[in-house]
Every structure is written in C-alpha cells, then in structure tokens.
C-alpha cells in the first residue's frame, strides 16, 4: 500500500511540474502570436484547463508536505497532548469539508458533461473533475496525517 501512495504522489508531482510547464508555454505563445494579430483561443482554453488541474493538484502537494500556511499561536503554548488533540480536530474538520467538497465536486462535473469548450473538443467537465481528484487524493493525505497524528501521540505517550 505505502508504495502505490508513493507512486501516486510522485506521479502527482510530475503530472502538476509538466502541466505547469506547458500553462506557461501555452500562455507565452498566445502572447506572442497575439503580438502579430494571430489569434488561437484554444491556447487560452487549454491553458485554463491546465490552470485548473496544477493549481488543484498543487494544493495537495502542498498539504501534504505541510507546505500550507498554518496558524499556531495560541496551541503552540499548549502541551503537546492538547496541541496533538486541536491538531487531531482541526484534521477531522478538513476531512469532512473535503468530503463535501468531493460530492459537490462529482455533482457538479455530472451537471458540467454536456458543456463543452468554444475552440477544443473537451468537455469542460474534465475541469470540474480536477477538483474531485484533488480532494480525494487531500482526503487521502489528510487520513494519512490523522493516522501519523494519533500514532506519535500513542507512541509519546508510552516513552514518558
């Protein structure tokens, strides 16, 4: 199981590093081509597609190398069991704002089928998809952190 999740993060982070590549590619030629009056709105539409998938996909790359901004000015002058507890807490909130977040996510991609782009034969619901990917592979993460959460505090515990 550990090297699937391995695998998974991994290609997440080439997937996120290689779609961020070619936004920047597509968004640089349509400004250059735009320089000389050509026009290619499917640049700006891929683009968008490409927007969405990295910016989602980062967000759990970020989340789970606790790379997110996190506020610890009052728990940080707690003990470490109480702050283990708040922190146990906050992760169950993230988890079912993310679950929410992941059926909305599937309804609204169900609802997005039929509408298409203007210049690319994709369906926009591959945009709307990236949002439940990313909340699942989140959910994923953040059962992660709450398993590792709840096994340091254990394992603390038996060292005292």
Same mark, same amino acid.
Do not use: H
């Given at each position: ?9 991994? %290609? ?18 349509? %400004? ?76 609204? %991609? ?23 990917? %990313? ?6 993460? !953040? ?5 590792? !959460? ?11």
């Amino acid at each position: 199981m550990q090297k699937v999740y391995r695998f998974l993060c991994k %290609a997440e982070v080439i997937i996120c590093g290689i779609g961020f590549m070619f936004l920047v590619a597509f968004v640089f030629m349509s %400004a250059i081509l735009r320089f000389f009056r050509v026009s290619m709105s499917w640049n700006i539409d891929l683009a968008m597609l490409l927007l969405a998938w990295t910016a989602f996909l980062g967000a759990d790359i970020a989340w789970r190398s606790g790379q997110l901004v996190g506020i610890d000015l009052i728990t940080r002058r707690m003990p470490l069991p109480l702050q283990k507890i708040i922190g146990i807490f906050i992760y169950l909130v993230i988890l079912c704002a993310l679950v929410l977040v992941a059926v909305f996510g599937i309804r609204l %991609a169900v609802a997005e089928r039929l509408r298409s782009y203007q210049s690319i034969p994709v369906p926009y619901s591959l945009v709307t998809l990236s949002i439940v990917v %990313a909340a699942m592979s989140m959910i994923l993460s !953040t059962i992660l952190k709450i398993r590792r !959460t709840i096994l340091g505090f254990n394992e603390r515990e038996k060292t005292k």
